[in-house]
Nanobody, 116 residues
Framework: QVQLVESGGGLVQVGGSLRLSCAAS????????MSWYRQPPGKERELVAL????????NNADSVKGRFTITRDDAENTVYLQINNLKPEDTAIYYC?????????WGQGTQVTVSS
C-alpha cells in the first residue's frame, strides 16, 4: 500500500522545537520531490518547505525561513521537518506530500499546537 505517515507533532511552548517525520511505504521517495504543508485552524493549506529529488536545493516559505529545515533520508525512506523557535502562529496540522507522476500522495497529518 502506497502511503505516507507523519509523526512527531504535539503541544509545545513558544520558543520550543519539534522534529516532524514523514515515513513512506509502498514506494521509494528518493525519486520524488517532497514537501511539507500546514493548515492552521480556519485557514487554507499552505506550502512551508520543499525538497526536490536528491541533489537539489531546498526551498522554504518566507514566513518560516531561518526556523524550518526540511531534510530527506533516502536510506530511511523518510522526510523530516525540523521546526525551531516555535510561534503561536505555527499552530496547524502539518502534512507531507510526495509529488509523483499521475497522483500526488498525501499523509494524514500531524497536529502541532504552540502554547504561549
Amino acid at each position: 500500500q502506497v502511503q505516507l505517515v507523519e509523526s512527531g507533532g504535539g503541544l509545545v511552548q513558544v520558543g520550543g522545537s519539534l522534529r516532524l517525520s514523514c515515513a513512506a511505504s509502498g514506494f521509494t521517495l528518493s525519486s520524488n520531490p517532497m514537501s511539507w504543508y500546514r493548515q492552521p485552524p480556519g485557514k487554507e493549506r499552505e506550502l512551508v518547505a520543499l525538497v526536490p529529488r536528491a541533489g537539489g536545493a531546498t526551498n522554504n516559505a518566507d514566513s518560516v525561513k531561518g526556523r524550518f529545515t526540511i531534510t530527506r533520508d533516502d536510506a530511511e525512506n523518510t522526510v523530516y521537518l525540523q521546526i525551531n523557535n516555535l510561534k503561536p502562529e505555527d499552530t496547524a496540522i502539518y502534512y507531507c506530500k510526495a509529488t509523483r507522476p499521475g497522483r500526488d500522495i498525501w499523509g494524514q497529518g500531524t497536529q502541532v499546537t504552540v502554547s504561549s
